[in-house]
């Protein structure tokens, strides 16, 4: 069965800490695809970031940057010096190639302190 | 701008009433999505439709209907054998239907009962 868990329910840090964002997911497909989306107060879901199995070198882009690592089934993302705009619901999603559906994790909330 | 509108943003519904919520995109998208968001439970899918006059059934579609004559709009219909509607709704769509395509979002739709 496919799954995705984000451990972490909620989460606090003051401005300008660093904040890494886990999740761990379960497929045995080896052709699948994972995806970082980030849902601020306002209600709709930003698409932030896909990774397809194929492709473990990390990336960033700005403030953000994603570890993919296939040996503990982790995508982990970090905000660095993070700040009060980030504040915001995240959820990791999961999908595979045969399959038209997205299963979403149940999403971390993160609380920027200013 | 190109985008997912939903409407309206909050609605009520009385006991024993049908009610529709609007979806329209204008980014060209074959594929739209609903899901339901409840607290602590991450997203849902109730129903997609891959191309105009198709939809299927997602992981809840129990108590929801759907319609997919235009290629632009796609409301859901919350029926009255839907016995829990209290949620967040969102619609989603998609360049095609596929797992490794990102999802675009609306800002949702909370629904309460009266």
């Known amino acids: 069965a496919q799954k995705v868990t984000q451990a972490q329910t909620e989460i606090s840090v003051v401005e300008k800490e660093d904040v890494t964002l886990d999740c761990v997911y379960e497929?045995?497909?080896?052709?699948?695809?994972l995806f970082w989306y980030k849902q601020p107060p306002s209600g709709e879901l930003v698409f932030l970031i896909r990774?397809?199995?194929?492709?473990?070198q990390n990336e960033i882009s700005g403030r953000y940057s994603w570890n993919f690592q296939k040996s503990t089934s982790s995508f982990n993302f970090t905000i660095t010096a993070s700040q009060v705009v980030d504040s915001a619901v995240y959820f990791c999603?999961?999908?595979?190639?045969?399959?038209?559906?997205?299963?979403f994790g149940k999403g971390t909330r993160l609380h920027i302190l200013p | 701008d190109g985008g997912i509108t939903q409407s309206p943003k909050y609605l009520f519904r009385k006991e024993g009433q049908n009610v529709t919520l609007s979806c329209e995109q204008n980014?060209?998208?074959?594929?739209m999505y609903w899901y339901r968001q409840d607290p602590g439970q991450g997203l849902r899918l109730i129903y997609y439709s891959q191309i105009v006059n198709d939809f299927q059934k997602g992981d809840i579609a129990e108590g929801y209907s759907v319609s997919r004559e235009k290629k632009e709009s796609f409301p859901l219909t919350v029926t009255s054998a839907q016995k829990n509607p209290t949620a967040f709704y969102l619609c989603?769509?998609?360049?095609?239907?596929?797992?490794?395509?990102?999802?675009?979002f609306g800002d949702g739709t909370r629904l309460s009962i009266l």
């Open positions: 980014l060209n998208h074959d594929a």
């Open positions: 497929t045995r497909d080896t052709t699948y695809y």
């Open positions: 999603a999961l999908s595979m190639n045969r399959d038209d559906k997205i299963i």
């Open positions: 989603a769509s998609s360049i095609i239907m596929g797992g490794y395509q990102p999802q675009h």
């Open positions: 990774r397809n199995s194929f492709d473990e």
